[in-house]
């Protein structure tokens, strides 16, 4: 037991790629800083907060497919009506072609150190199980991550445009990469190990490699090979989801290297993703409790300071859209 006081748990992903012609420079530092921020700002207790990064070399912390749904999973266990739950990941996001018949469109998934790809359809799952009354609160600085939680409801993207003629600042940086990895890349990188060929979904490749772990949006595929119609919509609903996504789901998200000279600099210097430097920027210009709606407008305002042309979103509900980030009315200390 851990007894009647409201708990506030925290999992903090990056991913590099070192190494690998994919690497990225600033996912690390991003959820570091993070880290720092949730403990000093918001009382989280360091023995609360989870950490997986790919640059330490501990496989049992490695942020991969497994690793972070496992995390992600006992963080839910774990809680209470009340309690206050938040995912943070930096690194690539990718689109995956649709699945199963009746589908159109690409959706959004995030890319771990291994490849297996965890999926909205996961975050959508993992959000069902929330206890009613505590919050989930993701962040997520990666390419195509608006919408990154199946069926939650936008209130600040492309349908809902908050910042019209809000036009970037002009800019001539080079050190900017995005966080993307076309499915292509994801397949030709798993195809060598996977014994399935190139030309085939790559749901089936995850799935022969990763069996049971990868994203429970491939085995939904390969039941639907059976089936000739097309599963049934879900009807939204109110949830405990709240995503911040680095950018809409048609854009792309900036890992910016140690000498750009906007971004990083307010970083201390360190590469960064420019979405999360943002997040950082606003917290520490606003002390007292800010909106989640509040905190996705001005991030949006400061990436646009920066020249940075991507456009961070918001999804949730109507009531979570105007709540506190993180809780942070209800939870501070008398």
């Known amino acids: 037991m851990e007894g009647n006081k409201k708990k506030m748990l925290a999992t903090l ?20 800083a993070m880290r720092d921020v949730l403990v000093a700002r918001f009382g989280f207790a360091p023995a ?13 912390v490695l942020p991969t497919g497994a690793n972070v749904k496992r995390a992600l999973a006992d963080m839910v266990a774990r809680a209470s009506p ?54 989930f609160t993701m962040v997520s600085d990666s390419c195509h991550s608006g919408g990154l939680i199946d069926n939650e409801k936008e209130q600040i993207g492309p349908s809902v445009d908050l910042a019209a003629g809000s036009t970037p600042a002009a800019s001539t940086r080079t050190k900017r990469r995005a966080r993307f990895l076309p ?51 879900p009807t ?22 140690e000498d750009d000279d906007a971004a990083a600099a307010a970083a201390g210097g360190k590469a960064c993703g420019a979405f999360s430097s943002a997040v950082q920027a606003v917290l520490a210009a606003h002390p007292a409790p800010l909106s989640n709606r509040e905190v996705v407008s001005r991030a949006r305002a400061v990436l646009r300071e920066r020249g940075f042309e991507q456009h961070p979103c918001l999804y949730c509900t109507d009531d979570n859209a105007d709540a506190p980030f993180l809780c942070q009315a209800a939870m501070a200390a008398p």
């Not at 490849?115 to 505590?134: M, Q, S, W, Y």
């Not at 030309?199 to 595929?221: E, N, T």
């Not at 709240?242 to 789901?249: A, E, K, M, R, W």
């Open 236 to 257: 939204p609903r109110p949830d405990a989801g709240i995503l911040l996504s680095g950018c809409q789901t048609d854009e792309t998200s900036a890992d910016v290297a």
């Open 48 to 60: 609360d907060v989870a950490v997986l990064t790919d640059g330490d070399g501990h496989a049992s």
């Open 183 to 233: 499915c292509a890349a994801v397949v030709d990188h798993l195809s060598g190990a996977s014994g399935v060929d190139a030309s085939q979904h790559v749901g089936d490749h995850l799935v022969a490699l990763f069996g049971a772990d990868a994203s429970a949006k491939f085995h939904r595929r390969h039941h639907h090979h059976h089936h000739d119609s097309a599963p049934p919509t």
């Open 13 to 32: 992903v990056g991913c590099n790629y070192g190494g690998t012609r994919y690497e990225l420079r600033g996912c690390i530092n991003d959820v570091l």
């Open 82 to 135: 009340g309690d206050v739950l938040f995912f943070h990941y930096s690194g690539h996001g990718t689109l995956v072609p649709p699945v199963g018949p009746g589908r159109h469109g690409e959706d959004e998934a995030i890319v771990p150190c291994d490849f297996n790809l965890i999926t909205d359809v996961d975050f959508r799952e993992l959000v069902d199980r929330v206890p009613r009354g505590a919050s």
